[in-house]
Nanobody, 123 residues
Framework: QVQLVESGGGLVQPGGSLRLSCAASGFTFSDYRMRWYRQAPGKERELVAGITSAGSSTNYADSVKGRFTISRDNAKNTVFLQMNSLKPEDTAVYYC????????????????WGQGTQVTVSS
Protein backbone atom coordinates (compact mmCIF):
# COMPACT_ATOMS: atom_id res chain seq x y z
CA GLN A 1 0.00 0.00 0.00
CA VAL A 2 2.51 2.62 1.16
CA GLN A 3 5.15 3.06 -1.50
CA LEU A 4 8.18 5.32 -1.71
CA VAL A 5 10.28 5.35 -4.87
CA GLU A 6 13.55 7.26 -4.98
CA SER A 7 15.26 8.41 -8.14
CA GLY A 8 17.95 10.82 -9.29
CA GLY A 9 21.09 9.21 -7.92
CA GLY A 10 24.22 8.68 -9.91
CA LEU A 11 27.93 9.32 -10.20
CA VAL A 12 29.13 12.88 -9.69
CA GLN A 13 32.49 14.56 -9.15
CA PRO A 14 33.35 16.27 -5.87
CA GLY A 15 31.80 19.72 -5.85
CA GLY A 16 29.01 18.64 -8.15
CA SER A 17 25.27 18.53 -7.60
CA LEU A 18 22.42 16.06 -7.76
CA ARG A 19 18.71 16.31 -7.08
CA LEU A 20 16.98 13.29 -5.62
CA SER A 21 13.25 12.71 -5.87
CA CYS A 22 10.94 10.48 -3.86
CA ALA A 23 7.51 9.71 -5.25
CA ALA A 24 5.05 8.69 -2.54
CA SER A 25 1.76 6.85 -2.72
CA GLY A 26 -0.61 4.87 -0.52
CA PHE A 27 -1.09 7.53 2.16
CA THR A 28 -2.12 11.15 2.49
CA PHE A 29 1.24 12.66 1.66
CA SER A 30 0.40 16.18 2.78
CA ASP A 31 -0.31 14.96 6.33
CA TYR A 32 3.15 13.58 7.03
CA ARG A 33 6.66 14.67 7.78
CA MET A 34 9.10 13.25 5.25
CA ARG A 35 12.74 12.39 5.77
CA TRP A 36 15.82 11.48 3.80
CA TYR A 37 18.29 8.99 5.22
CA ARG A 38 21.50 7.61 3.81
CA GLN A 39 23.62 4.56 4.43
CA ALA A 40 27.20 4.04 3.36
CA PRO A 41 28.74 0.55 3.18
CA GLY A 42 29.63 -0.70 6.65
CA LYS A 43 27.89 2.21 8.36
CA GLU A 44 24.54 2.60 10.03
CA ARG A 45 21.72 4.46 8.38
CA GLU A 46 21.72 8.14 9.31
CA LEU A 47 19.17 10.92 9.08
CA VAL A 48 20.10 13.49 6.46
CA ALA A 49 17.13 15.85 6.35
CA GLY A 50 13.50 16.19 7.36
CA ILE A 51 10.63 18.39 6.32
CA THR A 52 7.28 19.04 7.98
CA SER A 53 4.01 18.16 6.31
CA ALA A 54 3.39 21.62 4.86
CA GLY A 55 7.04 22.23 4.09
CA SER A 56 7.26 25.11 6.53
CA SER A 57 10.14 23.72 8.59
CA THR A 58 13.23 21.68 7.76
CA ASN A 59 16.09 20.08 9.62
CA TYR A 60 19.46 18.78 8.50
CA ALA A 61 22.34 16.72 9.73
CA ASP A 62 25.31 18.92 10.59
CA SER A 63 27.35 17.17 7.92
CA VAL A 64 25.08 18.41 5.12
CA LYS A 65 23.84 21.71 6.50
CA GLY A 66 24.36 24.53 4.02
CA ARG A 67 24.88 22.11 1.14
CA PHE A 68 21.65 20.11 0.96
CA THR A 69 18.09 21.39 0.70
CA ILE A 70 14.98 19.31 1.30
CA SER A 71 11.70 20.41 -0.26
CA ARG A 72 8.35 18.95 -1.18
CA ASP A 73 5.52 19.35 -3.64
CA ASN A 74 2.36 18.15 -1.94
CA ALA A 75 0.34 18.47 -5.14
CA LYS A 76 2.65 15.89 -6.73
CA ASN A 77 3.23 13.73 -3.64
CA THR A 78 6.96 14.18 -4.05
CA VAL A 79 9.80 15.12 -1.74
CA PHE A 80 13.17 16.30 -3.08
CA LEU A 81 16.72 16.52 -1.86
CA GLN A 82 18.91 19.03 -3.66
CA MET A 83 22.53 18.16 -2.99
CA ASN A 84 25.20 20.73 -3.80
CA SER A 85 28.94 20.87 -3.16
CA LEU A 86 29.04 17.11 -2.91
CA LYS A 87 31.90 15.43 -1.10
CA PRO A 88 33.22 11.86 -1.32
CA GLU A 89 31.86 11.25 2.17
CA ASP A 90 28.36 11.86 0.81
CA THR A 91 28.64 8.58 -1.09
CA ALA A 92 25.82 6.35 0.11
CA VAL A 93 22.48 4.87 -0.75
CA TYR A 94 19.87 7.51 -0.07
CA TYR A 95 16.46 6.48 1.22
CA CYS A 96 13.15 8.25 1.52
CA UNK A 97 11.26 7.64 4.77
CA UNK A 98 7.88 8.26 6.34
CA UNK A 99 6.62 7.22 9.77
CA UNK A 100 2.94 6.34 9.95
CA UNK A 101 1.03 5.35 13.06
CA UNK A 102 -0.53 1.92 13.27
CA UNK A 103 -4.25 1.58 12.92
CA UNK A 104 -4.18 -1.40 15.27
CA UNK A 105 -1.57 -0.79 17.97
CA UNK A 106 -2.01 2.35 20.10
CA UNK A 107 0.95 4.75 20.09
CA UNK A 108 2.87 2.62 17.61
CA UNK A 109 4.34 3.96 14.40
CA UNK A 110 5.81 2.09 11.49
CA UNK A 111 8.63 3.37 9.33
CA UNK A 112 8.32 2.94 5.58
CA TRP A 113 11.30 3.06 3.26
CA GLY A 114 11.94 3.34 -0.42
CA GLN A 115 14.29 1.04 -2.30
CA GLY A 116 17.07 3.62 -2.20
CA THR A 117 19.07 5.41 -4.86
CA GLN A 118 22.85 5.23 -5.09
CA VAL A 119 24.87 8.44 -4.91
CA THR A 120 28.57 8.12 -5.65
CA VAL A 121 30.87 11.14 -5.35
CA SER A 122 34.23 10.40 -6.93
CA SER A 123 36.73 11.83 -9.38
Amino acid sequence: QVQLVESGGGLVQPGGSLRLSCAASGFTFSDYRMRWYRQAPGKERELVAGITSAGSSTNYADSVKGRFTISRDNAKNTVFLQMNSLKPEDTAVYYCNVEIRSGVIPNYSRAYWGQGTQVTVSS
